[in-house]
């Protein structure tokens, strides 16, 4: 009860005028941010943060966490209309956000996109509410070994997500982890595949290569089919909202699987963009509906979703607890936290509960708040694929190429957007499928690191990832998933009886 | 070149003759000043040791409107920090553009061989110079650096692991120090950030670290880890109790416990070579400006930074000195990359 006490106390905080002007003013800002890609909701809190020091902390960290969550829902937006995805974590919501757009329904993609993310930080603040303590402790137990085993996870409930044909898919995802090599690498400190050029040491930013795949190679082909956006016009009406709402209750175990996974992956901390994607592959892999993904069906978008914005807010609770951010934009925070005088970290909660609780209080009125901002704007949003593209492709290529620029602030990955875009052409000319490269640059890098971190801890050892019974049983799960289409396929001969196998014993 | 050293050389001593000029008087009409926005670049990720401290330069320059003009905080972390560095040396002449450093100004041209080197910039000043500290988990059985030492011996070589930031940087170079000295052998496992090494170290997943002061407060506070040592030639002056038992003053230094090993990460300012003296005067003075003010000096206390600050010749010739230090500790350690 002492939890509930305290978050009322949190609501006084928070619901003072000013506060709640300050929740509107950073959710405006937030959806404009995740709306321009590349500039990320890190870069963004990053920049207003000077603004913030004469302000009161709480009022600080309301609106500046009020920017992340319009971050957080406005991703959402170019993925589902154009394409491009405005943040990483909104790469997954592309593979049905975009189809539906295509086939008219448009406002009923970003109506799902925007309600499920709700769901899923509403999940993730009441955990945070109720838990927050334990799961701080529960965090510790990640090291090296846990982290390889999440994203083993990740991998393996994603692969052969792309239908086509399985070679083209590791070929692709090869590719992916070449480009991630790239640059320097954090376990030796060496420069790696830069081929003594000073300007390949950024490496390939993620940003740069999914801006230029989906973006630039999605206008290369409008381009090709005669300049205007294909597919039916968006039907804009303004019930297009409740409409869908009575449809989502039908995913609720999407939903349910897509919070729980976020909630986890922002503890510990993977991040948003892996749960997004874990969440996706595995609501492919167990939904009735799963055959369709791909096509533009709506649980597609609600999976990810849910996931990102889960991830995006426990994301926060490290952070707080830990001192240890679980997002980029979690770390700039922590870093305002510093400025604003105080210290991050088991000894916030006691000392400083009118800010944490305040914040807690927060997530709940921001979200809210931020939910009727952007459903409110569904059907303008909606209206945009109206007007004619050779008004829309320009601009777009000019948003694509300041995104991509802001990432490193360097002109050689406007370049390298470009080179990328006519690579995302080809591949969809030659039918490969994009996913698995994207997925293996943003997880390479991370995998890579924690699977030689554990072989340092070991002493070279494989046994690292069955040494306890946390790391065994992620483990264990991700073999399981990885095989689970020859295990159901055994499971159902096993069901259909033998009398098929005696008719045809050359199977 | 030493053509242009001269150069730097008598820009600077102008330099701190008119520094302390400022401090005296309200800068003259006729002084430099910057005339449109000035880039303050950081060769590090967002939300970094480096990232903070020029975040909260810029907003204490904007709260107490210390420039005519705006500044604004860019990162270029790439490659090590090497982006940001070469952005600099590529902008000669440039007098809107700042750069703050880390150890990494030495680290990474030795490294990597990426072809940059401190005397490629102007040095302006030196704001703090950031403590390390040997760090255990709390419930660990060693009281002091030596009985860690003595137990890291014992095990064997590679049994204790010491969790550090990034690669052959200075977190790695410490523990090469240690190890040189006493002939301990640690498994350095590299992590991307000091807030994760932090947690590692609560978890257990590895033996000790080097953690900065700010990344390991709260963690000690909560009774979580133990401060051994810390590396430094006196013991930090901060006496304000942090935990029941003890301030940052009762840390003893690692030399009183018989680990003589110095090392402070340099917390300072430069700017593109070739710049005009009057523009690092200007600089000067605005960095004692932002000394002054209380927002950093809480910012000082709370990261217990040893607060330090130099300019001028005092400064280059830290600066040199320091890079001597780092070429050394690397060389023996094996760091310098392969010369092709």
Redesign the interface.
């Known amino acids: 009860m002492e939890a509930v006490d305290s978050l009322f106390h949190g609501f006084a905080v928070a619901l003072t005028a000013q506060n709640i002007m300050y929740m509107v003013v950073g959710i405006l800002l937030g959806v404009l941010i995740g709306v321009l890609p590349g500039l990320g909701g ?2 963004g809190v ?2 207003l ?3 913030t ?2 302000m009161s902390p709480t009022s600080a960290i309301i609106m500046l966490s009020c920017i992340y969550w319009g971050a957080l829902f406005g991703g959402a937006i170019t993925s589902i209309l154009f394409n491009i995805p405005g943040e990483p974590w909104s790469v997954a919501t592309t593979f049905d956000g975009f189809p539906m757009a295509r086939a008219g329904r448009a406002g009923e993609a970003l109506t799902a996109a925007f309600t499920s993310s709700f769901v899923g930080a509403l999940i993730a603040v009441i955990v945070l509410t109720f838990l927050a303590p334990i799961i701080a402790e529960f965090s ?5 070994a846990e982290f390889f085993a999440v994203q083993l996870l990740t991998f393996c409930s994603f692969v052969g997500l792309g239908g086509g044909s399985p070679w083209k898919t590791v070929a692709s995802m090869m590719l992916g982890f070449a480009l991630a090599a790239v ?9 790696r595949m830069t081929f003594g050029s ?1 300007e390949m ?3 390939f930013d993620f940003l740069v290569a999914v801006i230029g795949l989906f973006g630039v190679g999605e206008i290369l082909l409008t381009m090709e089919e005669g300049l205007a956006f294909k597919g039916e016009r968006p039907k804009i009406n303004a019930r297009v909202v409740l409409d869908t709402w009575k449809e989502l209750p039908r995913y609720w175990i999407t939903s349910l699987r897509g919070a729980f996974i976020g909630c986890w992956m922002g503890i510990t901390p993977g991040g948003a963009t892996p749960a997004s994607f874990m969440s996706y592959g595995l609501a492919k892999r167990f939904s009735k509906n799963g055959p369709q993904f791909g096509s533009g069906h709506i649980e597609g978008v609600v999976a990810p979703e849910t996931a990102a914005h889960a991830a995006g807010t426990s994301a926060l609770l ?1 952070m707080l607890t ?4 679980g997002s ?1 934009t ?3 925070l ?2 305002g936290l ?2 604003w ?1 105080l ?6 909660f006691i000392e400083q509960p009118d800010f944490v609780w305040g914040l807690i209080a927060s997530m709940y009125l921001g979200n809210v708040v931020g939910l009727i901002i952007v459903l409110t704007t569904v059907p303008w949003w909606a209206a945009i694929l109206r007007v004619p593209f050779s008004v829309v492709g320009p601009v777009i290529v000019v948003i694509c190429s300041i995104g991509a620029y802001t990432v ?3 002109f050689l990955d406007i370049v390298l957007m470009l080179v990328f875009g006519v690579v995302g052409y080809v591949f969809k000319k030659l039918q490969y499928p994009l996913a698995p490269l994207v997925l293996a640059l943003v997880l390479g890098d991370m995998a890579e ?1 924690a699977f030689r ?1 554990s072989m ?2 070991s ?1 070279g050892s494989l046994s690292i990832f069955w040494s306890n019974g946390l790391v065994s049983s992620i483990t264990a799960l991700a073999i399981f998933v990885l095989f689970w289409p020859q295990i159901s396929a055994g499971i159902a001969r096993l069901v259909s009886g033998r009398a098929a196998k005696q008719n045809s014993p050359g199977d | 070149m030493i053509d242009f050293l001269k150069k730097s050389l008598a820009a600077l001593s102008v330099a701190v003759l008119a520094g302390a000029g400022i401090l005296v008087t309200a800068s003259p009409a006729d002084a430099w000043e910057p005339t449109r926005t000035v880039e303050f670049i950081v060769p590090a ?4 040791g480096a ?2 401290m020029a ?2 330069i ?3 320059v ?2 107490h409107k210390l420039i005519p003009q705006s500044m ?5 972390s ?3 920090g ?2 940001g560095f ?1 952005d600099v040396k590529a902008s000669k002449g440039n007098p809107h553009k700042l750069i703050i450093t880390l150890s990494n100004l030495f ?1 990474t041209p030795l ?5 940059f080197n401190w005397t490629d910039l102007t040095p302006v000043a030196m704001l703090a110079l950031d403590e390390f500290v040997l760090w255990v988990p709390a419930d660990a059985p060693y009281k002091t650096a030596k009985e860690y030492v003595d137990a890291a011996k014992k095990a064997g070589p ?1 049994k204790f ?1 010491m969790a550090g930031t ?4 200075e977190d ?1 170079i410490i523990t090469a120090a240690v190890e040189q000295q006493t002939g301990a052998k640690f ?7 000091g ?2 090494v ?3 170290l ?2 257990k ?2 033996n000790s670290s080097v953690n900065n002061p ?2 390991g ?3 000690w ?2 009774g ?1 880890l133990r401060p051994l040592c810390v590396f430094d030639g006196q013991r930090i002056a901060l006496k304000q109790k942090i935990t029941k038992e003890m301030s940052w003053n009762d840390i003893p230094t690692c030399k009183e416990e018989g680990l003589d090993i110095e090392y402070l990460m340099l917390r300072g300012i430069f700017m593109p070579g070739g710049v005009p003296a009057d523009a690092v005067d200007y600089y000067v003075g605005l960095f004692k400006k932002v000394r002054e003010t209380p ?1 950093w000096k ?2 000082m206390g ?2 217990a930074f040893n607060t330090t600050f130099m300019s001028g010749k005092e400064y280059r010739d830290w600066v040199a000195k320091a890079e001597t230090t780092h070429k050394s500790l690397m060389t023996k350690a094996g ?1 310098l ?1 392969a010369k092709k």
Do not use: C, W
């Open positions: 890190a870069n990053a920049i943060l000077p603004l020091f004469s510790l137990r990640f090291g090296p640059g320097i690498d954090t376990v030796t400190g060496q420069l000073v040491i950024r490496g490290p830990l001192g240890i951010p980029p979690a770390a700039v922590l870093g510093l400025i005088g210290q991050p970290g088991p000894m916030l490193h602030n360097a690191s971190q340092i801890l002493g | 990720g967002a939300g970094g990232d903070q975040r909260m810029q907003g204490i904007q709260k604004v905080v860019i990162n270029k790439g490659g090590a090497a982006d070469l680290t490294a990597t061989g990426v072809p590679g692991k990034g690669s052959k940087q790695q498994a350095y496992v590299p992590f991307k950030g807030g994760t932090a947690k590692q609560v978890g997943h590895v700010i990344e407060v709260s963690h506070r909560a979580n927002e809480q910012f709370n990261g760091f990359a």
